[in-house]
Each structure stands twice: as structure tokens, then as C-alpha cells.
């Protein structure tokens, strides 16, 4: 027997742990979310038969589902406008004006290994006036501060804001990553010839990042389809149903109205507006990578 017979054995012994993790716990759900939407299961009325593609016309119908995705693309492209924003300039700080100061990394790494249900937490008495140490700072000098979770859009943002100090660090990064992949050469070139650093910054540093932040961008994209944590915690879905992302929606037929099988079609949706966004922008990433 080979060497390389006995290395392609040992690496596909190595890799079937995984291999089996991932089917028991990623593609054994999913098919059974599938099957499910396919059905009328009743936590309480129980099972009533296959009934094909009513739950999914069923969805065309529900205004609330409906408005559910508006509070989704909401919450997801605001997200991923400022994290990506934030991100990107603060990686750009970190490599471009202070690359020496590299234990300034791991500061702001910090909020990216807080849990999710913590970061709900801290956030939630940030937004609470009673316990805010923001309004209680600013009573000081006699100047209110509007209590954001009282409000449709106040209680977005409040979320939105709480997502965006988690999560800026992934995408800062990756930035800083692909930032390290540019050469040098490039922009001592075009120092030379008299651009300034703002005019590197947009006409070579930034088109160069495309790929890069068109990549990160989809990756923060599907994520924040996975609000849930901090809507139950900060918002509940309120005030009223202003904050009731489409997962979160999901959540309240599977477990508080006992559809199943009408929050598993709530789920496919999910999961095929994930990967047709995740298709057109890989396609869009390799338009621009060959470019």
C-alpha cells in the first residue's frame, strides 16, 4: 500500500466526523423543515395530512408575513450598510494609519465573542431609561433622550445599532485581510505621482476591496436574517408588531399559535430568499473578480 493511499485514508477517516455532523445536524433539519411545509401539523390539533403548496399560498395572503419581510429588509440592509461601513473604516484606520498598534485589533474584536442573548441585554438597558446610564448622563444637563424601544422605527434602529456593534468586527476583519493582500507598491506609486491619500483610498484601495466587501456583504446579509435574539429579548416583536423580522414571525406560528407546519413554510422562505441573494451575488463577485 501506497503512502498516498494510507494519507487519502487517514484524511477521509479525519473528515468523516464532520462529514456526519453536518448531515445530523444541518441536512437531516433541513429536509425535515422541507417535508414539513409540505403538511398540516398542529402542535395541538395534530397531524392533518400532506396538503401540498397550500401553506406556501397561504403566505401570498398573510399580511402579516408580508409585513414581516418589510421589518426583515429593514433590519438586514441597515444592518449590513453600517457594518459594513464602520467596518471597512475601521480597518482601513487600523492598517493605513496606526499598523503598529496592532493590540488595537483585539480591542475591537471584543464585541464579536459577546453572546448574542448578552449583547441583547446590554443593549436593552442602554435603550431603557430607567436603567441607561446614556439618560442619565444626559439629565444632567436637563436633555432628554428619546426611549427608542417605545417606537416602530426608534426600536428598529435600537436593534439595528446593538447588531452593528456585535458584528463589525467580522467584517473588520476580513477587511483587514484582504487590505493586507494589496501591494504597497501600488500606493508608494501613486504617491509618487502626486495622489493624495483620500484619491488612493477611492480610486486604488477601494475598488480593490470590491470582491472583497461585495463577499462580506452577502455573508452579513444572511446573518442578520437571523435577528432573533435580539428582537425577543430587546423588543418581543413591539411595540405593537413593528419589530416582527420574518423569523421572528416563524417563531410565534411554530410555538405560540402551534402551526408547525405553517412556521416550516415561514422557514423555506427563508432559506430560498437566502440562497437566490447568495447566487446573484456570487455571480456578481466573479464578474468582478475576472474583471
Known sequence: MGVQTLFQRSYNQMLMPAV??????????????????????????????????HNFFKLADDRRFIASINVMLMLSVGGVIFQVVMGTLIAVGL???????????????????????????????????????????????????????????GAIAAIV????????PFVMLLILAALQGISSDLDEAASIDGATKMQIFWRITLPLLKPALLMVALFRFIETLKHFPLIFVMTNGGPGRSTQATN??????????????????????????AAIISFYVARANARISGA
Open 248 to 273: 421572528y414571525y416563524a417563531y410565534i406560528q411554530t410555538f405560540q399559535s402551534s402551526n408547525v407546519s405553517y412556521g416550516a413554510a415561514i422557514a423555506v422562505f427563508l432559506f430560498l430568499f
Open 161 to 168: 445599532i446593538a447588531d452593528t456593534w456585535a458584528s463589525f
Open 20 to 53: 456526519l455532523a453536518v448531515i445530523i445536524f444541518a441536512v437531516l433539519p433541513l429536509v425535515g423543515m422541507f417535508g414539513l411545509s409540505f403538511t398540516d401539523f398542529n402542535l395541538i390539533k395534530g397531524w392533518g395530512g400532506e396538503v401540498g403548496l
Open 95 to 153: 492598517e493605513k494609519i496606526v499598523p503598529r498598534w496592532k493590540f488595537m485589533r483585539g480591542i475591537f474584536v471584543v464585541p464579536f465573542v459577546v453572546p448574542a442573548i448578552a449583547v441583547a441585554l446590554i443593549w436593552l438597558s442602554l435603550f431603557t431609561p430607567t436603567l441607561s446610564p446614556i439618560n442619565a448622563f444626559f439629565d444632567i444637563f436637563g436633555i432628554t433622550v428619546p426611549a427608542f424601544l417605545t417606537t416602530q422605527y
